[in-house]
C-alpha cells in the first residue's frame, strides 16, 4: 500500500466533506500535492481534478510544487506587519523573482508568510534553515539570499 492510498484508508471513500482533510494529510506527507496525488484522491472521492484543483486553490496553504531546496517563512503575524514585515516580503520577492507559495525555477529557493512565529518583540522574523532571525530589514535580504546561495549543498 502506498503512502497516499494509506491516508485515503482513513477516510470513507466518495466523502467529499473530507476533501480539505485529505488534502492537507498529503501535503503534510509529500510536501505539496502532486498531480498524482490529486488523481487518486479524485478517484477516490469521485470528484473531478478540476473540482479539487479549483477548491484547493482557494486556499493559500496548499502547494502545487515543491518546497525549494532553501525555504524561508517570513512572519506575516500582526506585530511583524507593523513593523515592516511586508517591506521584507517585498525585499524577498523582488531578489528571488517569485511569489510567496512559488518555488525558483533552479529548485533551490521558496518562500511562504506565516502565522505569528512566537517572536512578536523581535519581528519581523524571519525562518530559514533550521535558525531564526530577528529583526529583519528590506535591506538585510539580499545580503541573506546571497549568503544562502553560497552554501556548498546549494551551487
Ligand atoms: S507576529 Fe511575528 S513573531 Fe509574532
Request: proline share 5%.
Given at each position: 500500500?502506498?503512502?497516499?492510498?494509506?491516508?485515503?484508508?482513513?477516510?470513507?471513500?466518495?466523502?467529499?466533506?473530507?476533501?480539505?482533510?485529505?488534502?492537507?494529510?498529503v501535503q503534510?506527507?509529500?510536501?505539496?500535492?502532486?498531480?498524482?496525488?490529486?488523481?487518486?484522491?479524485?478517484?477516490?472521492?469521485?470528484?473531478?481534478?478540476?473540482?479539487?484543483?479549483g477548491l484547493?486553490?482557494?486556499?493559500?496553504?496548499?502547494?502545487?510544487?515543491?518546497?525549494?531546496?532553501?525555504?524561508?517563512?517570513?512572519?506575516?503575524?500582526?506585530?511583524?506587519?507593523?513593523?515592516?514585515?511586508?517591506?521584507?516580503?517585498?525585499?524577498?520577492?523582488?531578489?528571488?523573482?517569485?511569489?510567496?507559495?512559488?518555488?525558483?525555477?533552479d529548485g533551490?529557493?521558496?518562500?511562504?508568510?506565516?502565522?505569528?512565529?512566537?517572536?512578536?518583540?523581535?519581528?519581523?522574523?524571519?525562518?530559514?534553515?533550521?535558525?531564526?532571525?530577528?529583526?529583519?530589514?528590506?535591506?538585510?535580504?539580499?545580503?541573506?539570499?546571497?549568503?544562502?546561495?553560497?552554501?556548498?549543498?546549494?551551487?
Open positions: 500500500m502506498s503512502k497516499i492510498e494509506e491516508i485515503l484508508s482513513r477516510y470513507r471513500e466518495g466523502s467529499h466533506e473530507n476533501l480539505i482533510p485529505i488534502l492537507q494529510d503534510e506527507f509529500e510536501g505539496y500535492l502532486s498531480e498524482n496525488a490529486i488523481v487518486s484522491i479524485g478517484r477516490f472521492l469521485h470528484m473531478s481534478t478540476t473540482k479539487i484543483y484547493a486553490t482557494f486556499y493559500d496553504r496548499f502547494r502545487f510544487i515543491p518546497e525549494g531546496r532553501i525555504h524561508l517563512r517570513i512572519c506575516n503575524g500582526t506585530t511583524c506587519f507593523i513593523n515592516g514585515s511586508g517591506g521584507v516580503a517585498a525585499a524577498v520577492k523582488e531578489v528571488l523573482g517569485i511569489e510567496p507559495g512559488q518555488t525558483t525555477r533551490r529557493f521558496s518562500y511562504e508568510l506565516t502565522a505569528c512565529m512566537g517572536g512578536c518583540n523581535e519581528g519581523p522574523v524571519i525562518y530559514v534553515n533550521g535558525k531564526y532571525s530577528t529583526h529583519i530589514r528590506p535591506d538585510d535580504i539580499p545580503e541573506m539570499i546571497a549568503k544562502l546561495k553560497a552554501l556548498p549543498d546549494l551551487k
